[in-house]
T-cell receptor, first 117, second 114 residues
Framework: EAQVTQNPRYLITVTGKKLTVTCSQN?????MSWYRQDPGLGLRQIYY???????DKGDVPEGYKVSRKEKRNFPLILESPSPNQTSLYFC????????????????FGDGTRLSIL | SQQGEEDPQALSIQEGENATMNCSYK?????LQWYRQNSGRGLVHLIL?????REKHSGRLRVTLDTSKKSSSLLITASRAADTASYFC??????????????FGTGTRLTIIP
């Protein structure tokens, strides 16, 4: 089954304790991205990657890191989490980049709810 | 305001009625997409309309795009209880070469009353 898998689905942790949210897709997609969703603000893009070893900042990259060492995986790293990073996070992927006029939709994971105390 | 803003923020209608949601954006785009999100779940792609298209249909969905007004509308006909969800538009930005960001609006919360 084609899917984007995020782990963990839920996490409660404390300020300053490094954490990683994993994202894996089994569709051989080139484009992957991370979003956070907050009430009243919609989805905001954190980072995106157009291919292996190619990443770029979205609208709200501060406090986050990403890596794309393999095509299928795109982990989101919070080196020193803070309470303002409490949010619902989504990973998404698509087969081609937006500029290529892709007909393919963004496939989303089911989300990771992070609470930073 | 953000690239991609939906209007209204919330909409409640009776089952069987039509629901219309609007999206406005700021920059020139290559395409505009609509997504649905059921409570607590990931977004699901509904339809994509390119900048050179004016209208597109998919089942009970009808999307229009007016690039001169930088706006789009999503019409759901003959609504069903299962259509209860939040709906988001998403746009790219063709004015910023090399920018591959996808920007989502804040969404319209649609409630279908049985």
């Amino acid at each position: 089954e084609a899917q984007v898998t995020q782990n963990p689905r839920y996490l409660i942790t404390v300020t300053g304790k490094k954490l990683t949210v994993t994202c894996s897709q089994n569709m051989n997609h080139e484009y992957m991205s991370w979003y956070r969703q907050d009430p009243g603000l919609g989805l905001r893009q954190i980072y995106y990657s157009m291919n292996v070893e190619v990443t770029d900042k979205g609208d709200v990259p501060e406090g986050y890191k990403v890596s794309r060492k393999e095509k299928r995986n795109f982990p989101l790293i919070l080196e020193s989490p803070s309470p303002n990073q409490t949010s619902l996070y989504f990973c998404a992927s698509s087969s081609t980049t937006l500029r290529e006029g892709s007909n393919q939709p963004q496939h989303f994971g089911d989300g990771t709810r992070l609470s930073i105390l | 305001s953000q690239q991609g803003e939906e209007d209204p923020q919330a909409l409640s209608i009776q089952e069987g009625e039509n629901a219309t949601m609007n999206c406005s954006y700021k920059t020139s785009i290559n395409n505009l997409q609509w997504y649905r999100q059921n409570s607590g779940r990931g977004l699901v792609h509904l339809i994509l309309i390119r900048s050179n298209e004016r209208e597109k249909h998919s089942g009970r969905l009808r999307v229009t795009l007016d690039t001169s007004k930088k706006s789009s509308s999503l019409l759901i006909t003959a609504s069903r209880a299962a259509d209860t969800a939040s709906y988001f538009c998403a746009t790219d930005d063709r004015t910023n070469f090399g920018n591959e960001k996808l920007t989502f609006g804040t969404g319209t919360r649609l409630t279908i009353i049985p």
